[in-house]
C-alpha cells in the first residue's frame, strides 16, 4: 500500500508509481535508503516495495505485521525538493534552523495521515506528534553530523552512518548519497528518507 500525502508541496502525485521488488531485472537497484521497504533486509530486493521516482518519503514499518506505509512527499524533478535540499545544504549544521526545517517535514507529514480503520495501520500518531519534535529537539548535534554527511555525499564522498541507537538513527546511504533518518514510535520505525538529487 502507497499512501499518497495530499498537501501542497505534492500536487504532481498522480505520477508516482510504486515497483514491486519481485522484478529482479530492474535498471537501477532500489536500495534501503531510498523510499523503499523491504522488513526482511536480506540484501537482494525480493521483498516489498519501492517508489521509483520518489526524492522524498515518510516511511511507516510496522516490524511485527511485516507491512509499511510509504507516504511520498516529493517526486522527481520536484521544486518543493530542490528547495528543500538548497535550504538545508544552507543551514548551520549545529543549529537550530535545521531542526526547524525537518519538524516542517515531519508536521506536514503528520498532518496528511488519518487513521483509515484498516487492521494494519495501527501506527501511533499521537505518540509520534509527542515524540519526533522531542527526539529532533534531543539529537541536533547528530542531525546536523548527518546533514554534513549529506551534504558530503552529494558532492562524492562516501555514505556515513551517524546515529544507530534504541529510539533514534541517521544515516546516508554510501552508494546513493539518500538521508535515511529514522525515529522509534512503540514498536514500529517512522523513517524519512530523502535524495540529494536537487
Known sequence: MVRLASNSLLATLTTAM?????????????????CTCDLERSGTNQNGAWVK?????????????????ISVES???????S???????KLDAGGSDLVRAFQTQFENFIGTTADDGKAT?????QTARDAVPVLLKDKQEEIGECVN????????????????????RCSVGQES??????????????VYALSPKR
Open 149 to 168: 554527511a549529506f551534504r558530503d555525499a552529494s558532492f562524492g564522498k562516501g555514505g556515513k552512518s551517524v546515529a544507530d541507537e534504541e529510539k533514534f
Open 83 to 89: 528547495a528543500l535540499v538548497q535550504t538545508l545544504f
Open 121 to 125: 495501520d495501527d501506527f501511533d500518531r
Open 53 to 69: 521516482n520518489a526524492t522524498a518519503c515518510w516511511l511507516t514499518e510496522f516490524h511485527q505485521s511485516h507491512w509499511c506505509d
Open 177 to 190: 548519497g539518500w538521508l535515511r533518518m529514522e525515529f522509534r514510535i512503540g514498536d514500529d520505525w517512522l
Open 75 to 81: 517526486l522527481e524533478g520536484s521544486q518543493s525538493h
Open 18 to 34: 510504486c515497483v514491486l521488488l519481485n522484478s529482479g531485472s530492474m535498471a537501477e537497484q532500489a536500495g534501503r535508503e531510498k
